[in-house]
C-alpha cells in the first residue's frame, strides 16, 4: 500500500503544472518554448480550481510573458540594426543620385542631337555619343528605383519597428498585471486553500444574484438616460461586497462587455494602475459624477482570478464617486430593480433593459 501510495505522489508530481511548465525551459529557441507554455497554459483546466493551481497558472503565465517580451526585445534589436543600415543605404544612394542628376543634366544640355551631330566628327561618333547618354539615363533610372525601394522598405520597417515597440508595451503591462495578480491572490488567500476556495464561491455567489435578478426583477418603468436609479452602497456585505462601490456592467447578446466603448471618454483616477487616466471612447455618460475613482477595470485585473466562471475576468467596472453617491441612467431603457442572497447577505440589485438585447447592470446599491 505504501508502494502504490509513493508511486501515485510520484506521478502527480511528475505531471503537476508546475513541473510541465520547468520542463519548457529545456526546449530550443524562444517560440518553442513560449509553444510549450501555451501548451502547459491549456491543459490547465480544472487544475485553476485549486490555490496550488492557480498559482501555477500564473506562474506559467508569467513565465511566458517574460520570454515574449525577451522575444519581441530581440525582435526590435534586430530591426533596428537593419534600420541602421538602411539609414546608411539611404544617404548614400541620395547623394549619389543628386550628384549623377546634375551631370546628367549637363551632359544632356551639351549633347542633345543637334550639337552632337555638329560636334562629332564622324556619324559614328555621334551614334557612340548617343548610346552613352542613353546608357547613363538607364543608369539613373536604375538608381533611382534602388532609392524608391529603400525609402519604402525603410519606412516599412519604421512601422514594423513602431508595432513591435506598441507590442512590448502591452506586453509589459500584461507582466505587471500578471504580478501584480499572483500577489494578490496570495496575499487575499493567505496561501490557504479554504480562503481561495470561499473566495471563488462568493464571486460564483455574485454571479448567481444577478441570473436570478434576471429572472425575479421587479419593472420599475422607462427612465431615460440621467435620470437618478440609485445609490451607490455596500448591500451584499460581508458576503458579497467589501466596501461601498458600484459595480457597473455591460452585457451585449447576454454576453459580458466591456463598457469603454459605450461611455464617453474621461479622466479619471486610476486606482487599479495608478494615475489619472482618459478611459471611454463611445457616447454614454458615466453613471456616477466627477471625480470618479476607478478601483477595478474590465478584463484581467489583479483581482479578476476569482472569477473563475468568465475566465478570470472581471465582468465590469468597479468605481466610486468623490461628489455624489447618485447613480444615473447612461441611456433610455426600461429599469428593474431586485434584491437577491449573495452568500450570508442580500445584495442589490439594478438593470436597465436598453433593447436591442442590450442590458446595464448596478450592484452593490442601497
Known amino acids: 500500500m505504501n508502494f502504490l501510495l509513493a508511486v501515485f505522489l510520484l506521478l502527480i508530481n511528475l505531471f503537476s503544472p508546475s513541473v510541465m511548465a520547468a520542463e519548457c525551459d529545456d526546449k530550443g ?116 528605383d534602388r532609392l524608391k525601394n529603400a525609402q519604402n522598405t525603410y519606412k516599412d520597417e519604421k512601422v514594423d519597428q513602431e508595432s513591435l515597440q506598441e507590442e512590448l508595451s502591452r506586453q509589459k503591462a500584461n507582466l505587471d498585471t500578471q504580478k501584480a495578480a499572483k500577489n494578490a491572490l496570495l496575499a487575499q488567500t493567505k496561501n490557504n486553500e479554504k480562503q481561495y476556495q470561499s473566495l471563488l464561491a462568493i464571486a460564483l455567489a455574485e454571479k448567481a444574484a444577478i441570473e436570478r435578478a434576471l429572472v425575479s426583477g421587479v419593472k420599475v418603468g422607462p427612465v431615460k438616460a440621467g435620470d437618478p436609479i440609485a445609490l451607490i452602497g455596500n448591500s451584499g456585505y460581508p458576503s458579497c461586497s467589501t466596501g461601498k462601490h458600484l459595480h457597473f456592467e455591460v452585457r451585449k447578446n447576454n454576453t459580458w462587455t466591456d463598457p469603454s466603448p459605450y461611455l464617453q471618454n474621461k479622466s479619471v483616477n486610476d486606482e487599479q494602475d495608478g494615475g489619472t487616466r482618459a478611459i471611454g471612447s463611445g457616447s454614454w455618460p458615466w453613471p456616477i459624477s466627477d471625480t470618479i475613482r476607478l478601483t477595478q477595470h474590465y478584463g484581467k485585473t489583479p483581482y479578476s482570478w476569482r472569477y473563475a466562471y468568465s475566465g478570470g475576468i472581471h465582468t465590469g467596472f468597479d468605481m466610486v464617486s468623490t461628489g455624489s453617491d447618485v447613480i444615473k441612467a447612461p441611456a433610455d431603457g426600461n429599469l428593474y430593480k431586485s434584491s437577491e442572497k449573495c452568500g450570508s447577505s442580500t445584495i442589490n440589485v439594478v438593470y436597465i433593459d436598453h433593447g436591442n438585447d442590450l442590458l446595464t447592470f448596478y450592484l452593490h446599491v442601497q
Open 29 to 144: 529557441d524562444v517560440n518553442q518554448k513560449i509553444s510549450c507554455l501555451e501548451g502547459v497554459l491549456g491543459k490547465l483546466g480544472d487544475e485553476k480550481k485549486t490555490l496550488s493551481g492557480q498559482i501555477a497558472a500564473f506562474d506559467a503565465q508569467i513565465r511566458l510573458t517574460t520570454l515574449k517580451i525577451s522575444h519581441t526585445e530581440e525582435q526590435i534589436a534586430l530591426l533596428s540594426g537593419r534600420i541602421d543600415q538602411l539609414e546608411g543605404s539611404l544617404t548614400s544612394l541620395t547623394v549619389a543620385y543628386e550628384e549623377r542628376v546634375v551631370e546628367t543634366y549637363k551632359l544632356s544640355r551639351v549633347e542633345d542631337s543637334f550639337l552632337m551631330l555638329l560636334s562629332a566628327s564622324d556619324l559614328d561618333e555621334a551614334v557612340s555619343r548617343f548610346h552613352y547618354l542613353k546608357k547613363i539615363q538607364e543608369a539613373d533610372k536604375t538608381l533611382l
